[in-house]
């Protein structure tokens, strides 16, 4: 029997099935719908069915979705001694079909049919030369276990266990490793967290037990390799302390992380010949102007296919990246003037082109806000592309190593990373770019580590030179010692497989072993953020800063401008919930507009809420574009740099003020929650006072460290002080989560600690609900808290409050969760 | 406060109304990530249920539930036939002879729906789907009638958490029905099925919630 949604699909099957049946075997065919619309009718199936009965039985083969559900709906109406006789097949529909006639056509009982149409897909791979994994159940062996002593030094930790993971992968059947020296597991050989943290060191004995296909094999295979000690028994065994960090020789060069992760590899140095552009004098005004049209539509055509390859690689958010470039092309402020250089000035079609590039990309490079300022690389990525077709009548070269590289440039433009292939590229150094430039968002999702702001001197690196990069901490190191490519080599293996392991489960809430859910959302400043936030699996965004709206203007936004923004987020959020930060200007950001009085030591001046208090038509306006946009949903609304309780009162009349209004003009109501940006230590210490005032609390770690213990991070002499782990800012924090959960308010963390690896367990353990970090630490971020005890965080929490300094807690927490730092 | 037989007769009326009207906007969010039939098909389905229901007027709340998935398993045509089917139908076994649902009678009923549908689909939660409403939708249910909150309230936070559950759907990866071929490209966009339940859930709390006013 057939059952398809459409009942000519069903009808065609049948057609070809008969073929084959000669006769012999009767071929039912439903599908579709009475009124012949596409769609699956369980009850015409059930009526098929009993029609069909025979003692020999029924095969139903089934094409997808309601037909499978609306089979196995009729099968089940069937009386009993019916439903036994019919078998429903898992085979592809119309090869299974064929099969399944031939096979009973000439006589197979109906299992042996079924059988055969479940492989019936064998023939055709075998003639398109595509292997398909074999079924597991077509070889049953019986299960078997091996017992094996581990022997390498390192035991079976990050790089052994990822080896011992992918030697398991290589088989179809189920395999399972226990420790019997410390009685961990059975856990599945197929996870490498799992078997990491059977927790088995040299000496231990662990059994491994399989079943199913290829059980003996897999057994073999993988006894071997622990016997051998995977190979490294006769390396030295590691010294005491394994290094923390690529050390700071005269060889390394310390830049900024763009891009996560380890490798090691022979430099390839990407130079651009910048000739400079010919100035000529044009005769042909009109030839010129052509000239120049078709290089925009080339370059255009172009950037609309990379888009599309960048979609398809990437992800869609990704590929807005290029969106951009396209504007830039269709930009009257690009084109116009080079169109008016050509007929005006006479200048050819290139040198005017250029000019006009230069001119925006300078343009944009002078502003304060460093995400414009990452525009003037895609400003200059378009501008090459068009140059190439204007000067050499074709598409700029894609950089294309030949083999496994790690590629220094001065700079790379979004689409050569968009271009590149992670098999080949094992990290991108560049002497100069930031995090925030679309070169370092394109290589964060192509999971290629990367280093920028190296500083010239990289650029001196000669071609096939080794290179250490750690994208982690923003180091490289050239011509590495043994003991540096050692390290840096076990870092990558362990990190290439927790990569592929977060990045599966990022879209997966993060709940402790113990149970125990941890929040865990973005820290976003644009809508480009918020969209890498969802994509990298944020379950909503902890902290939005709004700055992006206030910043680098000559005037003020409107409040129809900001309830644009603001509704803009939450279509890009979907469902997911956004803590909304008033805008925090003031202080050394200038804002023309507000005309502020400069200050010796703005730091400890009018900023966040107290200058938003100042100028309250200001935040008002902030206020009711945020509840206009959130009309209807719910909102929540986080006040920065919050000092006394006065300040939260003030801050929600005005907000009680801005929501009378908008009742008043008819605006529906959004369902509020407010809360307080703990970053002044007052606040943290009579946070009891203010809860009855607020929602939640969210602590900027960052700012908190600052003021605690009064050192700037931007001084280089007083940057060390000012860190988050600091006991002192532990117990603030614990403050604050005790006088919260006191009064069933919930608390945040949306400092930079919030995705550091080493200070997730400190945060957990001190009872904090919320994660709020930049997106791409987010996988990474939810994977850790998958691993950790919470009850053993408490532990530790307690620990680190007692401990020295913050030299100390990072050295507690390493020595009781070594694995934390193995990535 | 309980629920009649005349409140569950209005509110399967009021649901078949609101499939019709948000029949188009179903059938969009299904053409995103899927066949582009689910509003055409569970209008079509309904539609055949309200005749259906004429039929039953005389019967325990049980059999009406059970009719109308019984209707919606023949007439459907997509797998939200056997899915939607499947869960009235169970409601329906679960209100077997009953003439009024108390609080807790109407979760039970709910819960048999869901379990029904979980077997059915063999989806879980967080897989993109219907159950991305309906399970924090009888969550939220068993909580506030926990809490002592009246039936209506009750059901006004069972759709609440129903609608949270669909826009939490937006960002997940469909793992079950045809929007898992597309993959990671299911993400951001809302579930049909999501969607059609928490319309089903409204339609009920709308219901009950006028009926009450027009009472009291």
Redesign the interface.
Known sequence: MLVS?SRRLAEGARELAEQVAQGKVAVFAVGG?DDG???????AIQSALEVADNPAGTLVLMD???AI??A??ALEALPEDKRARVRLSEAPFVEGAVAAAAQLAAGAPLAEAAAEAAGALAPKAGQLGVVIPQAPATVAVAGREATVTVRNPMGLHARPAARFVREAARFACDISVRNLTRGAGPVSAKSANAVALLDARRGDQIAIAAHGAEAEQALSALVELVASGFGEVDLPPPRQAAPARLEATSGSLAGIPASPGYAIGPAHLVTRVTRPVEVRRVDDLEAEGRRFTNALAAARAEVAKLRRATEDRL??YEAAIFDVHALFLDDPEMVIPVKQAIAEERLNAEAAWQRQVELLAARYQATDNPVLRARAADVRDVGARVLSHLTEGRAPAVVAPRHPVVLVAADLAPSEVASLDPALVLAICTASGGPTAHAAILARRLGVPAVVGLGPALLETGEGVLLAVDGTRGTVVVDPSPETRTWIAARREGWLVRHAEAAAGR??PARTRDGRRVEVAANAGSLADVREA??Q??EGIGLLRTEFLFLDRQSEPGEEEQVAAYRAIFEA????AAVIRTFDIGGDKPVPYLDLPKEANPFLGQRGLRLGLAVPALLKSQLRAILRAGSGR?IRIMFPMVTTAREVEQARALLEQANVELAAEGCAAAVVQTGAMVEVPSLALLAPKVTPLVDFFSIGTNDLAQYTLAADRGNPATAGLADALHPAVLALIQKVVEAGHQAAKWVGVCGEVGGEPLAIPLLLGLGVDELSMNAAAIPGAKAVIRRLDYRETLRLAEEALAAEGPAEVRALVRRSLPWLDAD | MVITREDVGESLRAIARTIAENRDFLTKLDAEIGDA?HGI?LDRGFTAAMARLEALADGDIGAMLKGVGMAL???????????Y??FFMRMGAAAAGKGELAGEDLVAALDAGITGVVE??KASR?DKTMLDALFPAVEALRRALGQGDDLVVALTRATEAA??G????????ALK??ASYLG??S??H?DPGATSSYLILRAITETVASRRANVG
Do not use: C, Y
């Open positions: 949604h719908l619309t596409v769609g699956t009718n369980p009850e997808l979705g309601s559900l609306g196995e709906m992800g869609v879209f997966q969802v994509a699996g944020a959020l979907g469902g997911l719910a | 039939d098909n398993v023949a007439s459907v045509g997509g797998a939200g036939g056997p899915l089917g499947t059915r689909g967080g609608e949270e669909m826009r939490a759907t937006i960002p997940m990866k029905g045809r990671e490209r993400i951001g809302q």
